[in-house]
């Protein structure tokens, strides 16, 4: 008789994460997960690696995907670049990331999408792709853009952006779900009353961001893109929800379209963070009132929010210090996405479980990633390794974005991100990083092309 082949099999394993509670697609359970080639192998059981990582007090959750970032490389590298960017991302605890394309030039041709894989490869740390951003010239093509490997999708910017991006009328907004099939993601606030209400900005005043950029604003739009949504058969994704208003309203077309919550929105509140922030708590769409804020988490109760995103945009300390409105929109925050969230967790406004279905499961199900999203043999072995019981404080020097500043600095949490494994690589340990970077494209159902 012949030597049990699966015993031999069993011993060939490159990596074993020991003693970790697992957070399974069916529950979590105290187990061994093992990786060979990259992919998860088999889970528990007992058997020889050639590495093993004692997680005995740590939590084991899928890698973490951070659907919205904007590392702003090329054209604005001193804010931020894919490198600085992505290390950022796996300090955080993020496997992944989803690229925003208004950058200078914008990621709006085969060639800027080719470009920009260029740059990330060797210097990317984490897996990653790019959106491609619809425009007027480019409205008809989107369907064959959307099919380009390593891309998202398509993005929309409804409200004012880099270059051309702006698709602001509905019938280039028709024209563009028109083109292609995936999901098309979108920035809703509506132009037209931007320009309408900007003399509601206050000079010196950051306050008057939210009274400028209006409930109705996001509203308006939402409403726009659901009934092109519904008219087209298209689906969408509307980014950094801000009002319940919203949530209600798409709510009634979950057939076609999906969201994401940004923490910041979930964590932040007018009348507390514009008087101690200033200029620092500007972004779009803005930071809104506490009765907003506890209205997104009622939502998220009801189960509606299918994502969480960070919308991680750095600006330079020397120009969000400028007066407003002089001062640019946006915040960093792909590396304190998962601390964030998992202080939330912490004070049960969420389950673990949820997060995980928010972070990465999501993703997967609304984007069609393959190999990625969950724990499970024959899946990529990406790993968010945490410590839910850690009890720390932000600080400076634990922030690498190259814009140097957070506005959580100072802010105490539990839970806390120790280690980003990718593919079965020991990316991140305890704020440790690897001797290079690894990150690799995302591969997609859409786009797939297998050997």
């Not at 490198?83 to 690229?99: D, I």
């Amino acid at each position: 008789m012949a030597p049990a082949a699966q015993n031999t099999s069993l011993k060939a394993h490159d990596l074993a994460l020991k003693n970790g509670s697992v957070v399974l697609p069916d529950g979590t359970v105290e187990t061994t997960v093992y990786v060979r080639n990259g992919q998860i192998s088999a889970i528990g059981g007992t058997a020889d690696a050639a590495k093993v990582i004692d997680c005995t007090g740590l939590t084991i959750l899928p890698g973490v995907i951070d659907t919205q970032v904007h590392f702003r490389e090329p054209g604005a590298v001193e804010n931020e670049d894919l490198e600085t960017g992505s290390r950022s991302a796996v300090l955080g605890g993020v496997t992944g990331v989803f690229e925003m394309p208004n950058t200078k030039p914008t990621t709006s041709t085969p060639e800027a999408v080719a470009d920009k894989l260029a740059r990330a490869k060797d210097r990317m740390w984490c897996d990653h792709a790019f959106y491609v951003g619809a425009t007027s010239d480019n409205a008809d093509q989107c369907g064959e853009l959307e099919k380009l490997p390593g891309t998202a999708g398509i993005k929309v910017f409804m409200g004012s952006s880099t270059g051309n991006l702006l698709v602001s009328e509905d019938d280039m907004l028709e024209r563009v779900l028109r083109s292609g099939q995936r999901r098309v993601a979108i920035h809703a606030e509506d132009e037209a009353r931007l320009i309408e209400r900007m003399g509601e900005r206050v000079e010196g005043d950051p306050a008057s961001h939210p009274v400028w950029r209006d409930d109705e604003t996001a509203l308006r739009a939402t409403t726009r893109v659901l009934r092109l949504a519904r008219k087209t058969g298209r689906r969408v994704h509307i980014l950094h929800i801000t009002t319940p208003a919203e949530l209600e309203l798409i709510a009634q077309h979950r057939d076609v379209a999906s969201c994401e919550l940004t923490p910041q929105h979930l964590t932040l509140a007018a009348e507390e963070a514009y008087p101690r922030l200033g200029t620092f708590a500007q972004m779009n769409p803005p930071i809104r009132s506490a009765a907003h804020r506890d209205g997104l988490w009622h939502w998220v109760t009801q189960g509606l929010p299918d994502l969480i995103g960070s919308d991680h945009a750095p600006h330079s300390l020397t120009n969000k210090n400028k007066p407003y409105p002089a001062s640019p929109s946006g915040m960093p925050g792909v590396q304190t996405l998962l601390p964030l969230m998992l202080n939330h967790v912490a004070h049960h406004r969420l389950t673990l479980r949820r997060l995980v279905d928010l972070t990465s499961a999501g993703p997967q199900r609304l984007f069609g990633l393959v190999r990625k999203g969950r724990i499970a043999v024959g899946y990529d072995a990406d790993f968010t390794i945490v410590d839910l019981k850690a009890r720390w404080t932000i600080e400076q020097d634990w922030l690498a974005s190259r814009c140097g500043w957070s506005p959580f600095v100072g802010e105490t949490l539990t839970g806390k991100p120790i280690g980003t494994i990718i593919r079965g690589q020991q990316v991140m340990w305890e704020a440790t990083l690897a001797d290079k970077a690894t990150g690799q494209p995302f591969r997609f159902d859409a786009t797939d092309r297998p050997a």
